[in-house]
T-cell receptor, first 112, second 116 residues
Framework: KQEVTQIPAALSVPEGENLVLNCSFT??????LQWFRQDPGKGLTSLLL?????REQTSGRLNASLDKSSGRSTLYIAASQPGDSATYLC???????????FGKGITLSVRP | ETGVTQSPTHLIKTRGQQVTLRCSSQ?????VSWYQQALGQGPQFIFQ???????GRGNFPPRFSGLQFPNYSSELNVNALELDDSALYLC???????????????FGPGTRLTVL
């Protein structure tokens, strides 16, 4: 059974700092991994999707990497801004069907 | 191109009642998945529909059921509501087959269900 872990549960950083959010998963046989952002009480916004054959994806100030063999992904946020404050969730698509298995998320607070 | 929409936004029910939640897929998408997100937790997969057929189900009891219509919109029905059913219910649409590799799932804003 796939399990996704995100540690720590919460993170507070000053504005301008570069930061890394970690995600680990137990079964390396994944199809892809997706990072999402969730604002309080809202739905999920897809940030980046990494295929199982890829090592990283970039979008603006965001860069996500994938190391399948070690069961890890990182989301790098450059020059963080208060508007980046949200919960960041990673999810893997397992091989049995198309469901996404999510971690509990990391709640990020960027202080002005 | 319209995004994924869900209705209603909020809903309050009492234990034992039944509820129907609705989702309209993003234009052109033929696959809908439903997730339950309890407070402070990640979303949990309920089930998925592909071209009006259920394709994959998570660890949820049969009182959770669904439908997908020819226009690919979808409903989630929950019977005999329990207090633990209180959660944010999210639907996600995507394009492709049931084991589609590489397709991004696009989520709606969710329906907040409170069971008293």
């Amino acid at each position: 059974k796939q399990e996704v872990t995100q540690i720590p549960a919460a993170l507070s950083v000053p504005e301008g700092e570069n930061l890394v959010l970690n995600c680990s998963f137990t079964d390396s046989a994944i199809y892809n991994l997706q990072w999402f952002r969730q604002d309080p009480g809202k739905g999920l916004t897809s940030l980046l999707l990494i295929q199982s054959s890829q090592r990283e994806q970039t979008s603006g100030r965001l860069n996500a990497s994938l190391d399948k063999s070690s069961g890890r992904s990182t989301l790098y946020i450059a020059a963080s801004q208060p508007g980046d404050s949200a919960t960041y969730l990673c999810a893997v698509r397992d091989g049995a069907n198309s469901k996404l298995t999510f971690g509990k998320g990391i709640t990020l607070s960027v202080r002005p | 191109e319209t995004g994924v929409t869900q209705s209603p936004t909020h809903l309050i029910k009492t234990r034992g009642q039944q509820v129907t939640l609705r989702c309209s897929s993003q234009s052109g998408h033929n696959t809908v998945s439903w997730y339950q997100q309890a407070l402070g937790q990640g979303p949990q997969f309920i089930f998925q529909y592909y071209r009006e057929e259920e394709n994959g189900r998570g660890n949820f009891p049969p009182r959770f059921s669904g439908l997908q219509f020819p226009n690919y919109s979808s409903e989630l029905n929950v019977n005999a509501l329990e207090l633990d059913d209180s959660a944010l219910y999210l639907c996600a649409s995507s394009l492709g087959g049931p084991s589609g590799m590489g397709d991004t799932q696009y989520f709606g804003p969710g329906t907040r269900l409170t069971v008293l």
